[in-house]
Every structure is written in C-alpha cells, then in structure tokens.
C-alpha cells in the first residue's frame, strides 16, 4: 500500500517552565553553624499536539484492481484519489498544561562538640502536590464513581474539577494530598587519634511526587476522538474520494461522560500515591592513615526503600484460584445471553459494549467488566527494597611520581518493586509486572542491576627516566606517564519467562518456569555463540504453561557472567615554551579484548 499523513509540527511543540523561588540563612554562633532555608518550586509542562489533525490515508491495490486476481496498484489509486482507509485525530483540547507545586523547608546544625568530634543533624520538610491541569481537562479512573452506563457498577471515568456536570469528581486530581515528609538527618565524625577518623551517618530521604513517563500523568479521554474510515466490498469500494475531503458524518467531541471509556481503557492513579518514595541511609565508614600517604577505608553501607515504584497491584485482575475453571474462562458470551458457564452476565449491554476486548468469561468475572485494561496505577509505589555492602579501600596520594587506588565492594540488593523510576521500562522487559496481585509475596527477588562483587584499580605512574638528562635527550625520555584503570564485577541475575503462556490475559500473571540444578548446558568463560547457553530440561516444560502460569523465582539467583575491562593509556608531554606543553596520547581501550555479554533476561 500507500499512504501518506500530515500534522501541524510547528505546533506540537512542549516547554518545561519550573519556576523557584529560595532563601538561606546561615548563622554562626561559638561552635554551631545553623542553617534554615526554604524553597518554594512551581512545576508546570505546556504540551501542544496537533498531531494527525490534517489526516491520514491510506491507499491500496484493491480500488483499481479486480477481484479475485492478483491485480491493482496503490499509486494508482492514489492518482484517481480512492483512499483504501483513513483516520482523523479531533480534539477539542490539543494541549495540556500539567501543573505542580512544591514546598521545602529545612534547618541544620553543624556542631563541632570537640576538637575531635563533629556532630550533624538536621530536618527537612517537604510537600509535592500531585500534577493537575491547569483547565482541568483531566480525566482518569475513579474506583469509587458509579458508571451510568455499567448497570450502576461502582469504577466510573472521572474528570477533574467541578465543571463537568455529573461526572466531575470535585477535587483537581485523583490523588489524597500527604504532608508526612518529615526528612530527618543525623551525621558524626570523630578522630580517634591523628590517624584514624570514625564517620557515622543516618538519614531519611524522599523522592518527588512522581509519575513515570512523559505525559506528568494526563489523560484526555472525552475531550478528543480519532475517526476513522475504511474501504468496503474487500476493498474494491473506496472509503471515500480525497477530493472530497475527509467524510464528515461523525459525531465529534466532547464526550464528557463517566462511561465513555467502558469496554476499552483507562488511566488509572492510585489515590494513596502521593505518599512519596522514601529511603532510609545509614553508613559506618573507618579510615586508617596506615603510613604517610596511605590510606586504608572499610565502611558498612546499607538502606531499605519504602513505597518504591512498583507494578505490583492492578485493580483489575482474577485470582489464580479460578484457573481452575480451565478453557471455559475463554467462552464467549453471545447478545441475549444472560448466564455462560455459570457466570451471569455482568450487565445488560455489556457484550455490545466490548469493542476493545472480547466478552468472554474471564472478562465477566473481573471486579471492573467494563474495562478491558488491568487498571495498573500509573503511579503505583507498594514496592519495599533493601541494601547491604561492605566498602573497602586502599589509596596512596599521589607522590613521588606514583598514585594508586583500589576498592572492593560487597553487596546485595533486594526489592518488589522496580529497579529505576521509570517503572514502565521494567514491565516491557518482563521483570516487573509479572506476578499475580494475589501472590505478593513472590514479588520480594533480586534487583536486576545486583552486583555482589565490584572490584576496581586506577594507577598513574611518572615513569622514571630521563628526568635527570638533558637537551635532546630530555625531550625524548623525560615527560612519560603511564596509567590505567581496571574494574571487574560479578555477573548481574538472570530471569526466566515463557513465551508460551496460555492463561487469559485477565490474570494479570507472566508465566515463569520454575529451574533447578545446573541451569547451564556451557560455560561463559567457555562460550560457543552457535550452542544453546541454558540447559531446557533443567526448567519446567513450557507444555504445562495451560491455565498455569508456574512458580518461578521473578529474578532468579542464577546469574550471567560477569564484567571486566582495563584500559591502558601512555602520555608523553612536553614543555615547549612557558605555559604551552605539547601533550601525545596513546591510549587502548578493553585492552586484552576480553568479551563481556549483554542482557539478563530470556524467554
């Protein structure tokens, strides 16, 4: 086929304006230094779309073609102006203005108690508006609203603001305002001798009032539509002649209503999810003057995340337990039934409503039939996580031409939630998202970013010659460094999920095969690209995946290779006149070649 679309593009442009406003006082009286501040932060995000608000179309083979017979040419089609299918983006709201609003105060003391011991403690307190609209062409998914058009159903679409009619929700956005960000710190230095210094450090620190992605959590369900037409008679009738335009027998928005979204979906944000991101961080560290210029660190480094981003607990999903009723979930409901399989039909009109789903029993047995979607939060935050590590350090400052630092760390981190703030990216990959919300227990795994050993080493060495030459010699031997870098960490852990997964979508579950014993058919020091790396028969048959979606680990504790590279770099320089120098580098990278694999899922 052909086609060919058009858009506004110099009006679908965004800006980002934050505007801040902030003072600090700093007072210092014998031994303190107090600090108090204040911030006040006014977030906005102006989005312009005008995307496809000239048109798409689309041209085919069939309108000048015959039926029947490989025949037909879509350019010319186009020529005589017989558009094959075409869609139309209509908006009454072609922008949004996400706004937000943040208050920070804070107060510190730094105490020098003695001349040995420092004391630091401080509180911080922050609040972070959810994002609203500044119009409050808002709309999202309200579990509390009663939905007109699903028999009187609780879980409606709710629209910000009071402007709305019947469906306004009242409030600006979804979400329950928290002031609980109290943030308190607690720091301590003391010298033990001239040799050795004690550090300790506590905290607890918030994140942002957050939702991932790009859009701050907007949606415009109802203020917008996209209309489209298509060709008929297997293409051989057009949808319409381009020299007539774009057919305009269509009912355009608005269409405000608290059952507009029924039988597709919607965005949904959790009202609780406000309540931010949280971590508490906690540090031990010793250093040690071992000889004049060298040093020697350990430190305990540890914290544990609450409310962490996660995808954990979709509104809009079937217990496990109902896997039991086999591929009768997957029957259809027909117009006039009103029972299939034992299951009654959730509501008059419902199978004439499901345009983006199929009504099959699954979906009749959902808390919210009337949505196709699983109603994950956007802004989700139930995950917990936690972090342990051992630290350790030996360095030598740099003199008599030489500098060297290396550093071990031990650690491990585990979590239920996701492993960056940009939950989505997890979800795509399969390792977050993948566990019924009935089975919360089996989220709690191995971050996929865990490391249990890194190991690094930098050296720079003034190499020893020519410095005592002279003339042309001194130009050519004097001058010379030598440095590298290297760095070896462990593998990060591998997950498992199944390609084959027959369990309706309405579970909200990826199907993962349970392993055990040696996983490996090879070995990664050893690998050969043109074999299998995994042994299959060391996990659960995919066969098995009917109406059973296994019970493997999310992360298991099976792990890639590890990492390892060093980098050598050889740099001459030479003093020309003054203050210009003439530097040459010879530098490798990755310099004995060693191979380090990617990725750590599969399926």
């Known amino acids: 086929g052909y086609g060919c679309g058009g858009s506004l593009e110099a009006d679908s442009i965004t800006t980002r304006p934050t505007y801040v406003v902030n003072n600090l006082v700093t007072w210092v009286r014998g031994s303190h230094t107090i600090k108090i501040g204040g911030e006040y932060r006014n977030i906005g995000g102006n989005t312009h779309n005008r995307n496809n608000e000239q048109g798409s179309f689309n041209f085919a083979r069939g309108a000048t073609g015959i039926p029947g017979v490989n025949s037909g040419n879509p350019i010319a089609s186009f020529l005589l102006g017989e558009v094959d299918n075409a869609n139309l983006d209509v908006r009454t709201a072609s922008n949004a203005y996400p706004r937000q609003n943040a208050w920070i105060f804070h107060a510190g003391d730094t105490w020098n108690a003695t001349s040995k011991l420092t004391l630091n403690f401080g509180l911080r307190w922050d609040y972070y508006s959810p994002s609203s609209e500044k119009y409050d062409r808002l709309a999202f998914f309200d579990p509390n609203g009663v939905n007109p058009g699903a028999g009187g159903r609780l879980g409606s679409l709710a629209y910000a603001g009071t402007e709305w009619g019947e469906a306004s929700y009242g409030a600006r956005y979804p979400e329950k305002d928290w002031y609980g960000g109290f943030a308190p710190r607690l720091g301590l230095t003391y010298a033990l001798n001239d040799k050795t210094l004690l550090r300790a450090g506590w905290g607890l620190f918030y994140d942002r009032a957050f939702i991932p992605g790009w859009g701050a959590g907007m949606s415009q369900d109802g203020f917008n539509s996209n209309v489209s037409f298509s060709s008929s008679l297997n293409g051989v009738q057009p949808a319409f002649y381009i020299d007539n335009g774009f057919p305009q027998d269509y009912v355009p928005p608005p269409f405000i209503s608290a059952d507009f979204r029924n039988g597709s979906g919607l965005m949904y944000r959790t009202l609780d999810g406000n309540e931010r991101p949280r971590s508490q961080q906690w540090n031990l560290t010793v250093d040690r003057e071992i000889r004049p210029g060298f040093t020697l660190g350990l430190a305990y480094v540890g914290s544990k995340g609450k409310r962490v981003p996660s995808s954990n607990q979709p509104l809009n999903a079937l217990d496990p337990a109902l896997l039991s009723m086999g591929p009768l979930l997957d029957a259809e409901f027909e117009p006039g039934m009103t029972e299939l399989n034992g299951v009654p039909l959730p509501y008059p009109g419902w199978v004439e409503q499901m345009t983006s789903c199929a009504p099959t029993v699954a979906q009749a047995l959902l808390p919210y039939p009337q949505y196709c979607s699983n109603l994950q939060g956007l802004n989700e935050n139930y995950g917990e996580s936690s972090y342990h590590s051992l630290q350790a350090k030996v360095e030598k400052r740099f003199s008599g031409g030489t500098y060297f630092l290396v550093s ?67 130009a050519l031997l004097d001058g010379w460094q030598l440095s590298t870098i290297f760095r070896y960490s462990s593998g990060i852990p591998i997950y498992f999920r199944s390609s084959y997964c027959n369990v309706p979508g309405q579970f909200r579950a990826a199907c993962i095969p349970a392993a055990s014993g040696n996983i490996f058919a090879q070995d990664f020091g050893d690998l050969d690209v043109t074999r299998s790396i995994f042994n299959p028969s060391a996990f659960e048959s995919p066969d098995s995946f009917n109406y059973y979606y296994g019970n493997g680990d999310r992360i298991t504790e099976y792990r890639k290779s590890g990492y390892r590279n060093q980098d050598l770099s050889l740099i001459k320089n030479t003093r020309l006149y003054r203050d210009f120098n003439l530097q040459i580098r010879l530098e490798a990278f990755n310099v004995w070649n060693w191979h380090n694999w990617n990725g750590n899922s599969t399926q």
């Open 408 to 474: 071990y760390t031990l650690g491990r981190i585990y979590t239920s939630g996701s492993d960056n703030t940009q939950r989505d990216a997890h979800t795509w990959s399969g390792a977050s998202g993948s566990i019924s919300p009935f089975e919360q227990d089996r989220n709690r795994a191995l971050a996929t970013d865990d490391v249990t050993h890194v190991l690094s080493a930098a050296l720079v060495w003034d190499l020893p010659i020519g410095r005592d030459s002279t003339g042309a010699a001194k």
